[in-house]
């Protein structure tokens, strides 16, 4: 007799661990554990991609956010503005005892209004009254400029002949886009412009429509590379003197 063992019966399924017959099946080696090193670089360029357009669009996103709420605070400062020139007395207007009233050309070298620490007090929008508090604008800039409104002769230089006038151009059917894009012209602005050192008074006869043009401008610091962006915009309207 045989020392041997007596013959064992393998079933087939019967006595080969789960994990073994599955990957058997599928035809994945029972050994291989983890990920490989392409797969894990792989993934990780897939997830810096991501990243970067997550934090691109979240510095636009609050660049956007910040130079919406700055032309908040320049349309509040146009508006006081105007609202003051279009209620105030004529005879206030084109004073330089009262600064606020002052026309400042944009193109002409004229200094602006603005509440930056150590603006002279005339141009000072804090002591002329205009603001109790800054506006946070950096290097705000305010220009006040006086149109005359139709056509009509000038009394400040007795000549009879008519002075061409800013709403003569402008019809009520006109696009408001086109109506505008005349002030580009700089020659044809300085036609209807009035002139900054004679009250506006003095410059149209009595009862006469003036346009005023109030140019807010500051700058905006891009926190990303401190660059500078200027922001500007323009407010219209327009009263009797």
């Not at 207007?93 to 193109?107: F, K, N, S, T, V």
Request: with cysteine; charged share 15%; aromatic share 6%.
């Amino acid at each position: 007799m045989s020392d041997l063992p007596p013959a064992r019966m393998v079933i087939p399924g019967k006595g080969i661990p789960r994990f073994a017959r599955c990957c058997a099946r599928t035809g994945i080696p029972a050994a291989r554990h983890g990920f490989s090193l392409i797969e894990v670089m792989l993934a990780v360029t897939i997830l810096a991609s991501a990243l970067t357009v997550m934090v691109g669009s979240f510095i636009t996103s609050q660049q956007a956010r910040e130079l919406a709420h700055d032309q908040v605070l320049a349309q509040e400062v146009g508006r006081s503005i105007l609202m003051r020139l279009q209620g105030a007395p004529t005879n206030q207007l084109g004073i330089p005892a009262w600064g606020w009233g002052l026309a400042r050309h944009e193109d002409a070298g004229d200094t602006p209004l603005s509440d930056a620490p150590g603006t002279a007090a005339n141009d000072d929008l804090i002591a002329l009254g205009l603001r109790t508090t800054p506006s946070n604008l950096i290097d705000l800039e305010v220009f006040i400029e006086y149109y005359r409104g139709t056509d009509s002769p000038d009394p400040s230089t007795g000549i009879p002949a008519l002075q061409p006038g800013v709403l003569d151009s402008f019809a009520v059917g006109n696009d408001p886009s086109l109506s505008y894009s005349s002030f580009s012209n700089q020659v044809w602005r300085q036609a209807r412009r009035l002139a900054s050192a004679v009250p506006p008074a003095n410059q149209v006869p009595a009862n006469t429509s003036v346009v005023i043009r109030v140019i807010v401008r500051w700058n905006q610091i891009n926190n990303q590379n401190n660059n500078r962006n200027s922001g500007r915009i323009e407010l219209f309207g327009g009263r009797l003197f």
